[in-house]
């Protein structure tokens, strides 16, 4: 230290260390109680959302008893029955991965997998999912080469992407849900999926991404959902190399999109597995 130099002393007050750690106690507080809150909004969202499905089961199946039935109303109740079925898998299958995503227990199975089947496959199921004639399904895949080659985990790519395609349509009443993808050079696709439903206002970009985070107040909430999609599609995204985005105009559409690389990073290829 030189010669004259003078030691400055930054060193808090004992008042200011006090003031600090009522400030900090009060923050923890507040983000406990938002925790708290979350939870049980959560926990009463879970019930109603296993509820709706069970309820169809049993009320059609139990319908399926009475003898007079003709043909197109049994045809018509297995119908119910196995939307509902496939609509409770579903929210299973999303509350296992989230917890999944909790305990970073998630396996990625790269393999050589043709990108247009996936999407020939979303497209087939959405189309007939579609109970909506006022929203029209449109796939956009620009790209020149036929059955083009993708070495990801195609399982947890289309989970992604059908979490997003099942958002678009519960958000949006009418118009279009547009996805698909494009090849932006020899080493990435970029994935969209569009709609031009109610919008996310600009405060919530952020946060929907966040789990449990719904843009609308639980009370007058009238969209189910378990606030868990989004989480699941950017954790997914980000291990098979990619990054989630999202656009929006409050009351006109958003659009999600993401870039993937054609063949796994360097760093990644261990989890790669050709023959199996
Ligand atoms: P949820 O089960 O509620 O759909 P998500 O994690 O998938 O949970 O989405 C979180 C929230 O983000 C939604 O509740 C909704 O408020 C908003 N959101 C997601 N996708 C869209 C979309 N396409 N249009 C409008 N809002 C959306």
Redesign the pocket.
Known sequence: MKKNSKKINFKPTYSELEKRLEENKRELLIKSEEVELLKASFLSNISHEIRTPMNAIIGFSSLLKYPDLNEEEKENYIEYINLSSNELLKIIDNLVQTANIESHDIYINRRECCVDDIFDDLYRLYKNKNGNHNVDLILKIQNNEKRLKLITDSGKLKHALS??I???F???SDGFVEFGYTKNNNKTLKFF?K?S????PEN?LDV??NKF????NTNTRK???????????SSFIDLLGGKIT?E?TFGK??V?HFTLPLKPAASNIDYYTENN
Request: proline content about 0%; glycine content about 16%.
């Open positions: 979490n997003l099942d958002n678009a519960k958000f949006t999926v709609d439903g109610i919008g996310i919530k929907i991404f985070i719904q843009v609308e969209y189910c959902g378990l606030g868990v999609g989004l989480t699941i599609s999202v929006s559409g958003s999600f």
